[in-house]
């Protein structure tokens, strides 16, 4: 449910090694992939081209399935959740690999504690075009668990599907913690790429910049660990230290978003650190100047005058 940069490579990947795959997606892309089939771009990997998917902007036409992907943004959740009702029945496992920390609360809210299994997806993509979606980096990881940290049947099902599929996948037995794991490295990255429009290398090389990134992650891990979550003390340096890793030219889905002025998730990234935080009284100053310097921009509309559009004091 989406086929986007997420569940256009998940999906293609899992329908590359034989699975049967329904993508749902929309517009243009839709129609590309009706056209052409999907094309996975990745230059250190190699491509990956399945020439003829199963693609359609109607989840009701798909029938009963055994596992539902949601990869839609944040703000398509609801109306996700009622367009999949249809396809989702007694036996169907439902997992977002959508980004934040209350997915899951709306899918068991939904769909039922027995339905919902937690995921996690570490990758850099994005649509480079209709049809095509465009791989950057290594990192490409798949975690998924139950929530009551059993390794269960479905999940080594999955487990194993996705280990075929070519894709580095593994089992959490604590999959709130695992969330929050990646909440807190995508929080630091998000916010610090989008509101400096930058990507990460220029970022964590300044002393200043990487200040204000470490407190990003010092303050998001502070606001789960007062929700108890299980997360170590020094676990910001050590996601600090993980972003020295990663590529230079790594940015996030939000930057991307930001600069072709589409809507963004920061109310639901730096904007919910905030709300979390107070809910327990953990103040997260950093993450709130993120969501102030985003505000103009989150619902994807321009700034009502540009810069050569305004009298400039002499």
Do not use: C
């Amino acid at each position: 449910m989406g086929s986007g940069g997420l569940g256009g490579l998940y999906g293609g990947r899992l329908a590359h090694a034989g699975y049967d795959v329904s993508f749902i997606a929309r517009g243009a892309h839709l129609a590309a992939m009706e056209e052409r089939g999907l094309l996975i771009e990745n230059e250190l990997h190699g491509s990956i081209h399945i020439p003829r998917v199963q693609a359609t902007d109607d989840p009701s036409t798909v029938g009963v399935v055994d596992l539902v992907l949601i990869a839609v943004k944040l703000w398509d959740t609801e109306h996700a959740v009622r367009a999949i009702r249809p396809i989702v029945g007694p036996q169907t496992t439902v997992i977002s690999l959508q980004n934040g920390v209350v997915k899951d609360d709306i899918l068991r809210r939904e769909f039922g504690n027995a339905a919902a299994m937690g995921g996690v997806a570490y990758v850099a993509t994005q649509i480079a075009r209709p049809g095509v979606i465009r791989q950057t980096g290594t990192m490409q990881r798949f975690i998924v668990g139950e929530y009551d940290g059993r390794r269960s049947a479905r999940a080594e099902r999955l487990l194993e599907a996705l280990v075929r599929a070519g894709i580095q996948a593994e089992i959490s037995d604590d999959i709130r913690r695992t969330l929050w794991e990646k909440y807190v490295f995508l929080v630091g990255l998000s916010g610090t790429t989008a509101a400096m429009r930058s990507t990460i290398g220029p970022i964590r090389s300044n002393p200043q910049t990487r200040a204000f990134l470490f407190e990003l992650l010092r303050e998001t891990v502070a606001v789960g660990r007062a929700h108890g979550v299980n997360l170590p003390e020094d676990y910001a340096e050590q996601r600090l230290a993980f972003l020295d890793t990663v590529p230079a030219d790594m940015t996030s889905s939000m930057h991307h978003d930001l600069e072709r002025g589409n809507r963004l998730e920061v109310a639901w990234l730096s904007g919910a650190v905030v709300q979390l935080g107070q809910a327990v009284g953990v103040p997260t100053p950093a993450n709130r100047t993120v969501w102030d310097i985003l505000a103009l921009y989150a619902d994807g509309r321009p700034p009502a005058g540009r810069v050569s559009d305004r009298a400039s004091a002499p």
